[in-house]
């Protein structure tokens, strides 16, 4: 099992940037794919990127390709996502997640408790 805790969300004007991270517990973060996933209220909760455990493959979502950049340290057990020319529509509560291999769907096993991005005009 591995417990995940979000940070790094804030306030932010349009084109800005933003870095979250994710620091997982214990000494198997390594075996685990990382994604990151946003939500707002009343839609569903969205794919926007994916790192395999090695970190060698990544993956985005088309909205937010070229502009925004995931990256781990497994050595530090944490997965980042570097947020940059971030736009209003950017604005969403952003969760961590876990799973055995690396995945482009919601089917992650472990959540983080979510950090939240606005971005104004």
């Known amino acids: 099992q591995v417990q995940l805790v979000d940070s790094g969300g804030g306030s932010v004007q349009a084109g800005g940037s933003l870095r979250l991270s994710c620091a997982a517990s214990?000494?198997?973060?390594?075996?685990?794919?990382m994604g990151w996933f946003r939500q707002v209220p009343g839609k569903e909760r969205e794919f926007v990127s994916a790192?395999?455990?090695?970190?060698?493959?990544?993956y985005y979502a088309d909205s937010v390709k070229d502009r925004f950049t995931i990256s781990r340290d497994n050595v530090k057990n944490t997965v980042y996502l570097q947020m940059n020319s971030l736009k209003q529509e950017d604005t969403a509560v952003y969760y961590c997640?876990?799973?055995?291999?690396?995945?482009?769907?919601?089917?992650?096993?472990?959540w983080g408790q979510g950090t939240q991005v606005t971005v104004s005009s």
């Open positions: 997640a876990a799973k055995s291999s690396v995945d482009v769907s919601t089917n992650y096993d472990y």
């Open positions: 214990g000494r198997t973060f390594s075996r685990y794919a």
């Open positions: 790192i395999s455990r090695g970190g060698s493959r990544t």
